[in-house]
């Protein structure tokens, strides 16, 4: 979801946009992602700037490059109805005026053409009409924007009925058919199959343990068994994960749920996955920030007095370039990089506010990053602690150098890819 936008974003072309969105084009565009294997996802965790020319083009490429239609999705947001500064093109937020912010983007960045799919909260039955599916199919790659991903559920699944509308059955057979489908925050998490995360934050989700449903409260730990759209099935999904501190909340929902692998999708940063769904599935990494890969094969969670605990989990953080193979559980460093022989002789410095609590005023995002990497680049140190801000009970996360666990970089000492670290974590 956009933050402050741009102010040179004029209100008639927001006009300009939704009058665009409800015309249906001449022609019906073609793929032009190889058929073969089916289209591409392109994932982002949230926080996508404006001057992101690497995502942004990604997706463009993946649409067709010069050529590429651009179908905006954005009925996560709240609708026109919903929105005090509808009529402010300096100050609204909501579906219509950021599917209008989203189209120009992409045209800024190099797309022929790019439109407002015009379903939201206000407009219903456009999930099933006839004139939007042929607006769909004349496109060649979707994005959908952030918000509140529970709005695509009621918008493009029907809500409790979670079956397809005719407009998410046409972007579900066009992705199969070659093109590309990118999202960010609440617009990538809605790819998720199920038990697809509805909110909470890590500190709740270990102590109180992951419900079904949807929460008012933005702190319980809530997700949807039935899922979102299912684009992405080899792992669960989570976005903002650094942050805002996410990584406990995905381990025990994880745990709860009995999935053995959580992306952990960070900010401004694509995961990009070429042959979703097939034994072909690749995952990249693009952008300034990273992707978390906790892997739960061989973790083992239990109860006790003091309360939840797991252990033999494992934590793989990936950077630009990264390649991952989802059926392998391989990480690929990018080419260039090399694995680093620790030299540093710093302790690692403490951290008591491992997964950046809201009720912290001095806390850190991409705090368990920051003990991981410490430790990666520790030449005396093979085992490091970091434990919540929150206590009764206090939980200690224990990371641990163990084979195969490595750290790479491209020229210097510090670690900037870390693969395979062992990750605990206790109650007391």
């Not at 015309?23 to 994932?43: E, I, M, N, R, Y």
């Not at 500190?203 to 929460?215: C, I, N, T, V």
């Not at 690929?332 to 030299?343: E, N, Q, V």
Request: charge should be neutral.
């Amino acid at each position: 979801m956009p933050g402050t936008r741009s102010r040179h974003r004029l209100l008639a072309a927001t006009t300009t946009l939704l009058l665009a969105a409800l015309t249906v084009p001449a022609a019906h565009a073609s793929p032009v992602h190889d058929p073969t294997h089916g289209g591409s996802l392109v994932l982002v965790g949230g926080g996508l700037k404006e001057d992101n020319k690497a995502v942004y083009g990604e997706i463009i490429d993946r649409a067709g490059g010069a050529a590429a239609r651009i179908g905006v999705l954005t009925a996560a947001s709240v609708p026109a109805s919903q929105d005090p500064n509808a009529d402010d093109p300096a100050r609204c937020s909501n579906s219509a005026c950021n599917g209008a912010y989203y189209a120009s983007l992409f045209e800024r960045h190099g797309a022929a053409d790019a439109q407002w799919i015009p379903v939201d909260l206000d407009h219903l039955g456009n999930a099933d009409s006839d004139t939007v599916v042929a607006q769909v199919n004349a496109m060649t790659g979707f994005f959908f924007g952030g918000g509140d991903q529970y709005r695509y559920v009621t918008t493009l699944l029907h809500g409790t009925a979670h079956t397809d509308s005719k407009v998410l059955a046409a972007i579900r057979a066009k992705l199969a058919a070659g093109a590309v489908v990118a999202g960010s925050s609440a617009g990538a998490q809605i790819m998720a199959g199920a038990d697809m995360v509805t909110g909470g934050d890590s500190y709740e989700a270990l102590r109180d343990g992951s419900s079904p449903g949807y929460f008012d409260d933005p702190t319980r730990p809530g997700h949807l068994p039935a899922g979102g759209f299912g684009f992405l099935r080899s792992g669960l999904l989570d976005t903002h994960t650094g942050a805002a501190g996410r990584e406990g909340r995905a381990l025990r929902l994880a745990a709860d749920t009995g999935h053995t692998r959580v992306y952990g999708l960070e900010e401004n940063t694509a995961l990009v996955i070429d042959h979703p769904g097939t034994p072909a599935e690749t995952a990249t990494v693009k952008g300034t920030q990273g992707l978390t890969v906790l892997d739960l094969r061989q973790a083992r969670a239990h109860t006790t007095t003091a309360g939840w605990s797991l252990h033999g989990a494992r934590y793989t953080y990936l950077t630009d370039g990264d390649r991952y193979l989802p059926r392998t559980w391989q990480a690929l460093p990018a080419p260039g990089k090399r694995p680093i022989t620790p030299t540093g002789d710093t302790p690692v410095p403490t951290n008591t506010d491992v997964f950046f609590s809201r009720a912290n005023p001095g806390g850190r995002p991409y705090s368990l990053l920051s003990t991981a990497r410490a430790l990666a680049a520790s030449r005396t140190r093979r085992t490091a602690t970091a434990s919540t801000f929150e206590t009764h009970p206090r939980y200690t996360v224990t990371l641990t150098r163990t084979h195969p666990a490595t750290a790479w970089a491209h020229s210097s000492a510090d670690p900037t890819t870390l693969t395979s670290l062992a990750l605990a974590i206790t109650a007391h």
